[in-house]
């Protein structure tokens, strides 16, 4: 991804009355600050906007607009269990964050990509998936 280049991709989302819904997600880089903007689409609706400092943390961002609306996005930046370093925010824009595992083991987890799509059931809320994540730091590596 080069500066202010836009990018996008179409993500599956599901509606609180089950409804399967498309968004639309684009972003692009904001120099020379080296920020994120990001717009989400459903159909007609307004778009929703959001810019933070990595790709992640602006997905859920725009995330949490959307479960105001009652939407929850079906990727891999939304599952309860996926959450990136330090290094995948700084060094990798936060395209890419890891799968943790409770009870925390000694491996390296799995990486995904986060706009790669994830079945509804594993899909969090953003609080949800942030508490995941500070359980899983506050655990140390391999205790059980």
Same mark, same amino acid.
């Given at each position: 991804?080069? $500066?202010?280049?836009?990018? +996008?991709?179409?993500?599956? $989302?599901?509606?609180?009355?089950? $409804?399967?819904l498309?968004?639309?997600?684009?972003?692009?880089?904001?120099?020379?600050h080296?920020?994120?903007?990001?717009?989400?689409?459903? *159909?007609? !609706?307004?778009?929703?906007?959001?810019?933070?400092?990595?790709?992640?943390?602006?997905?859920?961002?725009?995330?949490?607009?959307? +479960?105001?609306?009652?939407?929850?996005?079906?990727?891999?930046?939304?599952?309860?269990?996926?959450w990136? !370093?330090?290094m995948?925010r700084?060094? *990798?824009?936060?395209?890419?964050?890891?799968?943790?595992?409770?009870?925390?083991?000694?491996?390296?987890?799995?990486?995904?990509?986060?706009?790669?799509?994830?079945? @509804?059931?594993?899909?969090?809320?953003?609080?949800?998936?942030? +508490?995941? $994540?500070?359980?899983?730091?506050?655990? *140390? @590596?391999?205790?059980?």
């Open positions: 991804m080069t $500066a202010d280049e836009p990018n +996008e991709c179409q993500i599956e $989302a599901v509606g609180m009355d089950g $409804a399967h498309t968004c639309r997600i684009a972003w692009m880089t904001i120099q020379p080296a920020s994120y903007r990001m717009t989400a689409t459903i *159909g007609e !609706s307004p778009a929703i906007e959001a810019q933070a400092s990595d790709l992640f943390e602006t997905l859920c961002l725009i995330r949490r607009q959307l +479960e105001d609306q009652g939407v929850r996005l079906c990727c891999a930046g939304a599952r309860r269990d996926v990136p !370093s330090g995948q700084d060094m *990798g824009q936060g395209l890419v964050a890891y799968v943790l595992t409770l009870p925390r083991v000694t491996e390296r987890p799995a990486t995904v990509r986060i706009f790669e799509p994830a079945a @509804r059931d594993v899909v969090a809320t953003v609080d949800e998936q942030r +508490e995941f $994540a500070q359980s899983w730091m506050a655990q *140390g @590596r391999g205790d059980h």
